[in-house]
């Protein structure tokens, strides 16, 4: 954030909310399949009877709701979830790896950091999304067997787990959203009409991280979440002052609550913050100028903003009701508390960023496994793209004869060798699949 590290003017060390976050997730690669043979009392030669490897842990984004910050991944910013265990002999199978399960405030919007895709809005406490994808285990060699090859002496690798960039924003889950200047009043408001406590001072900038209280209205069972957002300035939409850090703290909330100083006391007009406001709102979001609003006219308490208020209201008339409250002096507060529940009640959802699903565990896109591309990058360079044929190369053991065999069976089954001929592949070409470089002809291929 722009203020982490500036100097308050009383020598404090701004605090910096954690609303932001880019880790790497690398999901667990799958276990080998084993290789083994049976060599029992009574059939030294036996056969196949190696068991398959387990499958790698995927790494899951989970919304939980008593969490308010993504401290979490200050510091550590790499996690990777647990790979399979390798299969063994007599047809065991290797363990499954532990999925691993990254906790974020509920309100979380998960991002591919590559991509800018978003993957997922986790707005409910225990919705979450699958963001990679463990690796399959390898295949144990009892599913190479058959009629005529009777003691198949190789097994599959384990395929690597999936690996991704990611990058989280917390936008905050508030109904109602306190949006003014700096000394406007707004933190000594919300500690007045909820048991919120932010920090209260007499210089800008006293509220440096948004603060959530819980409204209580009078007379019913009801309450409501209201946050008080850092002080905006003209300009906040483009980074001046604290605003571009906070703004979009506002884009979820359903009802908004300006703040405006009625006393002038610091050098601008109540209709000039108010108009400012409404740009700086506009220019970042136009949809957000056009939330359901209430305008409290603070300080009334003030033989300056009484002698303002008539004229305020004249020049707002039609747009929003005016409220004339003082937070310090308790003028006032139960008129709004109440006002803003009547206001909620008809005011639309929250805004989402991805559609909601249906389930709470959301998969990743599904892909066309049969289909393959072929390029001819340079002189002798050849590449081969598929998510089948891809898989499949990644977990050969290019060491093992008789699996770098059933991979030429599989290139011919799959119709590549057939391509590549008639596309000019030459003897001693490289072919590259995925991570998998072959040097076509040496290994049988062609």
Not at 77 to 96: I, S, Y
Not at 252 to 264: M, P
């Amino acid at each position: 954030m722009r203020v982490n590290g500036a100097q308050r003017s009383t020598g404090e060390t701004w605090r910096q909310m954690y609303d932001r976050a880019a880790i790497q997730v690398t999901a667990g690669a799958g276990g080998n399949g084993s290789a083994s043979l049976r060599h029992e009392k009574n059939a030294p030669k036996g056969g196949p009877d190696g068991g398959d490897g387990g499958r790698g842990g995927s790494v899951y984004v989970e919304a939980v709701g008593n969490l308010n910050t993504l401290h979490t991944f200050r510091y550590k910013r790499v996690f990777k979830a647990q790979p399979g265990g390798a299969g063994l002999k007599q047809k065991q199978h290797g363990k499954a790896g532990e999925d691993l399960v990254l906790q974020v405030p509920a309100g979380t919007v998960v991002y591919d950091a590559e991509t800018a895709e978003t993957l997922a809005d986790l707005t409910d406490h225990g919705e979450r999304v699958m963001v990679v994808r463990g690796g399959r285990g390898g295949l144990g060699n009892t599913h190479f067997r058959t009629s005529t090859y009777q003691t198949p002496r190789f097994a599959e690798r384990g395929e690597p787990g999936q690996e991704r960039r990611l990058r989280f924003e917390l936008k905050l889950l508030a109904d109602v959203a306190l949006v003014g200047f700096p000394n406007a009043g707004k933190s000594t408001l919300l500690s007045t009409i909820s048991a919120a406590t932010p920090k209260i001072g007499n210089y800008p900038f006293t509220t440096l991280e948004p603060v959530l209280g819980v409204v209580a209205v009078p007379g019913t069972e009801d309450s409501y979440v209201v946050a008080d957002i850092p002080g905006l300035v003209e300009g906040a939409h483009e980074g001046v002052g604290l605003g571009d850090e906070f703004l979009r703290h506002i884009e979820r909330t359903r009802v908004l609550l300006y703040v405006v100083d009625g006393s002038g006391q610091e050098g601008r007009t109540a209709v000039e913050d108010y108009q400012t406001l409404r740009r700086e709102l506009a220019a970042y979001q136009p949809e957000m100028a056009q939330k359901p609003a209430l305008i409290a006219f603070n300080k009334i308490d003030m033989p300056e903003a009484q002698e303002n208020l008539e004229a305020f209201r004249s020049v707002v008339v039609g747009e929003s009701t005016v409220l004339a409250v003082s937070g310090a002096a308790r003028i006032g507060l139960e008129m709004i508390v109440l006002k803003l529940a009547e206001m909620l009640e008809s005011a639309p959802p929250p805004a989402r960023f991805a559609p909601k699903q249906e389930e709470t565990v959301l998969h990743p896109h599904a892909v066309d496994n049969s289909r393959y591309a072929i390029n001819h990058e340079a002189d002798g360079m050849w590449q081969v793209t598929g998510p089948t044929i891809e898989r499949i190369a990644v977990m050969t053991d290019m060491a093992n004869d008789e699996a770098v065999r059933r991979l030429e069976r599989e290139l011919n089954r799959l119709g590549i060798t057939r391509d590549l001929e008639a596309a000019g592949i030459a003897y001693g070409d490289v072919l590259q699949i995925g991570a998998v470089e072959i040097d076509w002809g040496e290994a049988d291929l062609d």
